[in-house]
């Protein structure tokens, strides 16, 4: 499994309403259904703790393989997608990150034992 972060800015001239509206009457209506797709959730950035924020908009995604979500968003299911969010993105802006979860080898709960002290 793969978490992504979809880090933008919203295009000049589109208010954070507009661009809520294409999210969540389209981005979310779409995206969600598509092959691969784990979780999908999109967050509006408020605020940071030094300074404006450097992104208007984070999605939180979790798919079962980042290379294998690319292809797919290059596919039929999300052409809609990709066909209208440069009407409200900034997509000069767009930073995608991607990782994979770092798990303890302990059972959740599961008390570590203290290093020795000297």
Not at 28 to 40: E, L, N, S, V
Not at 98 to 110: F, K, N, T, W
Request: charged fraction near 25%; aromatic fraction near 10%; glycine fraction near 8%.
């Amino acid at each position: 499994m793969h978490k992504i972060y979809v880090m933008y800015k919203l295009k000049n001239g589109v208010t954070m309403d507009q661009y809520k509206q294409w999210s969540k009457e389209i981005d979310q209506r779409i995206t969600p259904g598509q092959p691969g797709m784990i979780r999908f959730e999109v967050y509006e950035i408020k605020g940071a703790d030094k300074g404006v924020p450097f992104v208007q908009v984070v999605e939180d995604i979790e798919v079962e393989d980042y290379d294998a979500w690319m292809e797919t968003c290059r596919q039929s299911g999300m052409a809609y997608v990709q066909e209208t969010v440069g009407k409200v993105i900034d997509e000069s802006t767009v930073q995608i990150i991607y990782g994979e979860r770092i798990v303890a080898d302990l059972p959740h709960g599961a008390r570590p034992p203290l290093p020795a002290l000297a």
